[in-house]
């Protein structure tokens, strides 16, 4: 039996929750930030969107199905820290391929197990997302050493740490989109790609002119980690695609960078939106679908040429928008799910649909 090793987890605010350490052991520095799934949590470690984070699981029981390296929704985890109330040494899957323990020290991840997630879920809701330090050496950082590691710490890198170094194509014999990957989950790009998209995957930080050059159908913008005014250069490339003429399409990340092109604004949500069940209203038919959802930043203010098309029915936050004139049209949930609710599939129908009419 291996020993227990202790560990606390120290927020900006001074709150600090004491547990066991697992995975891989080291200090680590992040945002951190909950997320309501009660499954899918080897689908949440993999979301390139938690690059740069603390992840709280706020369901109990974490690891009780195992690790299956099918449903990776990236080529490895990219999040700083993974913090559970209680997580299982015995998986029971037929699927089952290693355990978390064994995943997260692979990747080289800090664990945070026993400690109150409720109580630490709502000192996030209640001062919102905070950085936070997790560490073995439990009562011995000074304010000081404290306060170093908090200045220090950025996230602004987060979009080039998670893109692709070079691009690659989907195969596919029905309409042609070109992405650009800022954090792309898996999911988003399979459900595009059993609808028949060819699909040609460029970096991040691709020019205008080098996605205009393969004549795509339409630019789609998928999600990713940070804040979007961070990435100013992205920001700039999705504004000439929009002069273009295509069509654009985004989903999350996608969504801001869209908005932030077309004159609109962003600002940070006080403690962000994770998980498998917020609730969204289409503005149109007046339907509520529940949505699944990882994000920090909203768009909050909208130019006159745009107008929304969905918004968060708990808060009232824009959650979809369309450009009046212009053919673009962006989301801020995740239709593909993984992990979530599959309501709104129809979505990419929708999206292919769009891009048909404007052809």
Known sequence: MEKTIKAELILENGARFKGNAFGYIKET????????????????????????QI????????????????????????LKGFVVREKCDLPNNWRCEMELEGFLRQYKIMGLEGIDT????????????????IT?????????????????????????????????????????????????????????????????VFPAFTSAEEILDTNADALFLGNGPGNPKDIP?????????????????????????ISLALGCNTSRLKF?????????????????????????????????DVEATFINVNDGSIEGIRHK??????IQFHPEAAPGPLDTQFLFDRFLKFIEEVK
């Open 136 to 200: 073995t050496r439990v009562g011995d950082l000074t304010a000081s050493q404290i306060k170093q590691k908090f200045d220090t710490y950025t996230n602004k890198d987060a979009v080039k740490e998670v893109t692709p170094k070079e691009k690659y194509v989907m195969s596919g014999s029905g309409t042609h989109l070109a992405v650009l990957d800022c954090g792309i989950k898996r999911g988003i790009l399979r459900d595009l790609n059993k609808r028949g998209c060819k699909l040609t």
């Open 233 to 257: 250069e992205v920001i700039e490339t999705v504004r000439k695609l929009i002069e273009s003429g295509k069509p654009v399409l985004g989903i999350c990340l996608g969504h801001q960078l």
């Open 272 to 304: 962000g939106h994770h998980g498998g069940n917020h609730p969204v209203k289409d503005l149109n038919t007046k339907r509520v679908y529940i949505t699944s959802q990882n994000h920090e930043f909203v768009v909050s203010d909208l130019s006159d």
């Open 118 to 133: 409720r109580a630490l879920t709502r000192c996030l809701r209640d001062n919102g997302t905070m950085k936070g330090i």
């Open 325 to 330: 004139s212009k053919p673009v049209y962006s």
């Open 29 to 52: 520095v992040g945002e951190v930030v909950f997320t309501t799934s009660m499954t899918g949590y080897q689908e949440t470690m993999t979301d390139p969107s938690f690059a740069g």
């Open 55 to 78: 992840v709280t699981m706020t369901y109990p029981l974490v690891g009780n199905y195992g690790i299956n390296l099918e449903d990776m929704e990236s080529d490895r985890p990219y």
